[in-house]
């Protein structure tokens, strides 16, 4: 049995109606934004999301991937890295048309979803470059990594065991980075408009907010 057909056994029949009509990415996304910022240090597979109604940019990714999967694309996600002042971000990506979108969970208003009209990553990673950023209104996007394909995570089961995903995390860490700046390039920025800082924060979890410990 494959992985999707045991994730579909494993829905019961209401979840399995909402999952359903997830037939598009924003679709997907407009889930993602009704369901709470979870502010819990742990981590939730798809199925567990779907049941508890509660998400952080980990979960969100990895839930958004296993839906796309669900519609016919690949469960492929990328980790967007910021400075050591910041928390990083996940995205799940998909591709239409041959450009790239993303479905993303977050804290930050304008670190959820891109519109698939991004020629390659790093335009798409870029586009969240003036949106990322933390409470000190510093711009953080450092880099990202290349996509991870959670196929290779099927016989761990990671669309319905949240006990295995601690292995995705690590992959993650461990694969290549592309850096965005140079380190003159960093020292440079300006702060974050007041008006942006505002837009961002709207309807923010302030549990949830990365704060700097001195």
Not at 11 to 28: C, G, H, Q, V, Y
Request: glycine share 6%.
């Amino acid at each position: 049995m494959s992985s999707i057909d045991y994730f579909e056994q494993a829905l019961k029949p209401e979840e399995r109606r909402i999952l359903s009509a997830l037939d598009t990415p924003l679709k997907i996304q407009a889930f993602l934004d009704t369901v709470p910022y979870s502010t819990e240090s742990v981590y939730r597979c798809p199925l567990d999301v779907l049941r508890d109604r509660k998400a952080h940019c980990f979960d969100g990714a990895l839930f958004a991937a296993a839906a796309l999967r669900y519609i016919g694309f690949p469960p492929l996600i990328l980790d967007m890295i910021p400075n050591d002042r910041d928390d990083d971000h996940l995205l799940a990506l998909f591709k239409q048309h041959g450009h790239w979108g993303a479905i993303a969970k977050s804290n930050f208003s304008g670190l959820r979803f891109r519109e698939p009209v991004f020629r390659n990553l790093r335009e798409l990673v870029l586009s969240y470059f003036e949106q990322y950023y933390n409470l000190e209104r510093e711009k953080t996007l450092r880099g990202y990594t290349v996509p991870l394909n959670l196929e290779r995570f099927d016989k761990s089961g990671w669309m319905t065991d949240s006990a295995c995903l601690d292995a995705v995390a690590d992959r993650l860490d461990a694969i290549r980075r592309t850096d965005l700046l140079t380190p003159e390039m960093a020292a440079g920025l300006s702060p974050v408009d007041e008006r942006l800082y505002n837009a961002g924060l709207q309807g923010a979890d302030e549990a949830g907010l990365f704060r700097i410990k001195e």
